[in-house]
């Protein structure tokens, strides 16, 4: 089946060659005539069209020369770009390194002081209207003390809170005095008197706060006293604040 049908086809093919190979030579001997004529015009268009080929070739090369600079110049200028963001990078780097290290020498500083150094003084408080030591003294050599209140009690802050200023004992009064007007929420002194050397905020049971400052805020010839300024504390909680 396969080979006779194979076979009527390539007949059926051979007999429309012959058919159109009829037809060819007929419209063929009709254009001849013509030829020349023909030729004769499209010669100066082939020309033309090779000139146009040749120009739209030397325009094409200068075009991928010109691309070629181009894309030289973007390389260039990526690779600076590249090369400044690399840099700042780099200087980003060095800056968080920087900031690591100071950090790093920070926490060991603050190590160092909570370990209890003699600059660093420490003060106890309780669910009682009393101070942990009658006296305090820092040594001269200091140039920042660092003092840190810490109720070891059970009452909040509201019943029984203490805090620890550092005053003029000439002061002391007025200060006392100027301290009722802040409430407890203002830890019953105002940080911004003049008058206040230092001060801690108020703490209640379970809580600490340290308060830094210098001796050089201190003048040898007067009398200092650290002191409670809640209400109805100062008369039991206050003692002498020497430098020696
Ligand atoms: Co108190």
Same mark, same amino acid.
Do not use: F, Q
């Given at each position: 089946m396969t080979f006779s049908g194979t076979k009527s086809a390539v007949l059926l093919v051979a007999t429309l060659t012959v058919m159109l190979a009829g037809c060819g030579s007929d419209s063929g001997s009709d254009e001849s005539s013509s030829a020349p004529a023909a030729a004769s015009t499209e010669q100066p268009t082939q020309d033309t069209v090779a000139d146009v080929a040749n120009d739209a070739g030397d325009a094409a090369s200068e075009v991928m020369s010109d691309a070629a600079d181009a894309v030289d110049d973007m390389a260039d200028t990526a690779q600076d770009m590249a090369d400044d963001v690399a840099g700042e990078i780099k200087e980003a780097a060095s800056d968080v390194s920087d900031t690591v290290g100071d950090a790093a020498v920070q926490v060991a500083g603050d190590t160092a002081e909570s370990t209890g150094g003699p600059c660093d003084l420490a003060i106890g408080v309780g669910?009682?209207?009393?101070?942990?030591?009658?006296s305090m003294s820092a040594p001269s050599s200091c140039s920042d003390v660092t003092v840190t209140i810490t109720h070891?009690?059970?009452?909040?802050a509201i019943a029984m809170g203490h805090n620890w200023v550092l005053v003029a004992e000439s002061d002391m009064d007025a200060v006392v005095a100027a301290g009722v007007g802040q409430g407890a929420d203002g830890n019953w002194?105002? !940080?911004? &008197? $003049?008058?206040?050397i230092a001060a801690t905020r108020l703490v209640g049971g379970g809580e600490s706060d340290s308060v830094t400052f210098s001796l050089? !805020?201190? &003048? $040898?010839?007067t009398n200092y006293v650290f002191v409670c300024t809640v209400p109805g504390h100062w008369s039991a909680m206050k003692g002498a604040f020497t430098v020696g």
């Open positions: 669910d009682t209207i009393s101070y942990s030591v009658t070891a009690g059970n009452l909040p002194v105002d !940080a911004e &008197d $003049a008058r206040v050089s !805020a201190l &003048d $040898a010839g």
